[in-house]
C-alpha cells in the first residue's frame, strides 16, 4: 500500500487575493486581538513551520509520516539545552535546532525508507516513540518528565523586548514568512517536480533514470531542519520543553494539520495549524477529552473532506463560477 495524493490546484487570481488578504490579516491581527489571541497565533505559527514541512513529505513525496514530531521536540531540545546550559544565542540556537532536527532525520531515514505504506508509517511512529522515551528516561541531559524550563526570550538588540507577546508574535510571523517562501521554492523546483512524480509513480520516476530513494531521503531530511527550527521558536515561544512534545498525540495532531488544511498546498498546512491549535484550546476549556473531539475532527475530514479546508474552497468556488 502507498499514499496516493494528488497535488491541489488552485485559481491563480483566487490564491493570490487569499494571501493578501492572510497577509493583511495576520500584520494587522496583534493590534486589534486581545493577548491570549495573539499568544494562540504565535503557537500557530510555530506549529505551521512543523505542518509545512510534514506536508513536503505527505503531500509533494507520498510519505506518510507519523513520526514527525520527533524532529520538531529535538529542534526544541537543542534549543533548550544550548540556552540554559550554554548559553547560546538566538542564531546559534537557530542555527543548532535545525541542523538537530535534519542530523536526527538523516539518521532515521535510511530505516523508515526501507519500507513503505503502512510499515512506513509504523517505522517512523515507532522512532518518534524511541525519541520520547530517550527524553524521558535521559534525566540528565533532558530533564526527564520534568522537562528543561526557565529558556529566556531571545535578546536581538535591536530594543526589542521579545517578552512582550506582540514582539516575539511579528519575530514568529517573520520566520513563518521566510520558511513558508523557501519552501514554495523548494516543491516548485526540479526537485520538488521530482518529488511529485515520485508519489505518483515511482517505477516510472525509476525508468526516467530518478534516484527515487536519494529524492526521498533528501526530502525527509529537509522536512526534519524545519521541524527543528518550529521546535526551536516553540521552545523560545513556550519557555519550557518536555517529553510530551514528542509523544503520539503530538505526532497525530502535525498529521492532522496537514490532512485538515489540505496536502500538497504549503498554505493549507499552516491554516490547518492555526484551526488545530485554536480548537484545542477552546475545547480543553469545556472537556477534558478534547483529543477525542480532534479524532472526530480526524475523521469527518478524511470522509468528507479528503483535500482538506482548501479543497472545500477551491470545489465552492468551482461550483460557484
Known amino acids: 500500500m502507498r499514499t496516493r495524493m494528488r497535488s491541489l490546484t488552485l485559481p491563480a487570481g483566487w490564491m493570490r487575493w487569499g494571501l493578501l488578504v492572510a497577509l493583511t490579516c495576520l500584520v494587522v491581527a496583534p493590534l486589534v486581538l486581545p493577548e491570549y489571541a495573539v499568544i494562540l497565533l504565535t503557537q500557530s505559527l510555530a506549529y505551521a513551520i512543523a505542518a509545512m514541512s ?36 538566538f542564531p546559534a540556537a537557530v542555527i543548532l535546532s535545525a541542523l538537530a532536527g535534519a542530523a536526527a532525520s538523516a539518521l532515521a531515514a535510511p530505516l523508515a525508507l526501507r519500507a513503505a505504506g503502512i510499515y512506513f508509517l509504523m517505522i517512523t511512529l515507532a522512532i518518534a516513540m524511541c525519541v520520547w522515551g530517550l527524553a524521558f ?9 520534568n522537562g528543561i ?6 535578546d536581538l538588540g ?13 519575530l514568529s510571523l517573520g520566520f513563518f514568512l521566510a520558511c513558508l517562501g523557501l519552501l514554495y521554492l523548494l516543491v516548485r523546483s526540479p526537485f520538488g517536480k521530482s518529488l511529485i512524480g515520485i508519489r505518483d509513480s515511482e517505477s516510472r520516476m525509476r525508468v526516467l533514470g530518478y534516484n527515487v530513494w536519494l529524492h526521498k ?12 527550527l518550529a521546535g526551536c521558536l516553540y521552545a523560545y515561544f513556550n519557555s519550557f520543553v518536555s517529553p ?19 496536502p500538497a498546498t504549503l498554505v493549507g498546512a499552516s491554516l490547518g495549524a492555526a484551526v488545530i491549535v485554536f480548537l ?9 477529552r478534547w483529543l477525542m473531539v480532534l479524532a472526530a475532527v480526524y475523521v469527518a475530514s478524511a470522509l468528507y473532506a479528503p483535500e482538506g479546508i482548501l ?11
Request: proline letters at 2%.
Open 54 to 89: 510534514l506536508d513536503v513529505l505527505i503531500g509533494y513525496a507520498g510519505l506518510a509520516s507519523l513520526g514527525h514530531a520527533a524532529f520538531f521536540a529535538i529542534g526544541a531540545y537543542a534549543t533548550a539545552i544550548g540556552v540554559t546550559q550554554h548559553q547560546a544565542s
Open 158 to 170: 535591536l530594543g526589542w523586548n521579545l517578552g512582550i507577546a506582540v514582539h516575539f508574535y511579528y
Open 217 to 228: 531521503f533528501l526530502a525527509m531530511v529537509i522536512a526534519g531542519g524545519f521541524a527543528g
Open 137 to 145: 528516561r535521559w534525566g540528565s541531559l533532558t530533564g526527564g518528565d
Open 311 to 321: 479543497g472545500l474552497l477551491t470545489k465552492a468556488d468551482g461550483r460557484a463560477k
Open 280 to 288: 484545542k484550546h477552546m475545547v480543553s476549556v469545556y472537556t477534558k
Open 244 to 262: 510530551n512534545d514528542a509523544n503520539i498525540g503530538q505526532c497525530m495532531e502535525l498529521v492532522l494539520m496537514v490532512s485538515l488544511g489540505g
Open 149 to 154: 524550563t526557565g529558556i529566556p526570550r531571545p
